[in-house]
């Protein structure tokens, strides 16, 4: 298999428009709406950094990266990766993982943050895969949700073994 990862260029805007709109509509990992390809083009222009998978010479996943906000937040980087369907679990998510990790070291973040949703059981694997592990939860519309943590090597503070998160409930084990 022949896999490039690259930055997006404005002659990937189709392509990702075919790969994100089905995946807008109903992933937790995955929290804009779509509406039009302008849309899409205006949210691909709009992250820290957007990659792109290219197998075989054709488009067939993306990664956006972006700060996480401002305060302490912006210390801290979270991702949105959506592989095309017939791509996926053959190392195109790992390969732009690796890459926004080296990414989001050299901008000096601490990390990377993510709450997939509980229930999305195949989202917890694939990012424990990758070394993220459960740094604390978020109360979030009256539940608990779970929040991943990759700490970028260089760069994480710890306290009491965990990255200092900011606003975040850190899990009390008994």
Known sequence: MELLIRKYSESDVIPLWQILEPVAMGSALFSYSLQSLQNCRSLLHRQRLCLVAQVQGRVQGVLLLRSMGEGGWQQFATVELVVAAEWQRQQIGTALMAQAKHVAATLHYNGILLSP???DT????????QGFDAAGVLPVAGAQQTVLCWECPKRATKTKNKTELPNLQNKQHR
């Open 122 to 129: 195949e989202t917890f694997a694939f990012f424990s895969s």
């Open 117 to 119: 949703l509980p229930e």
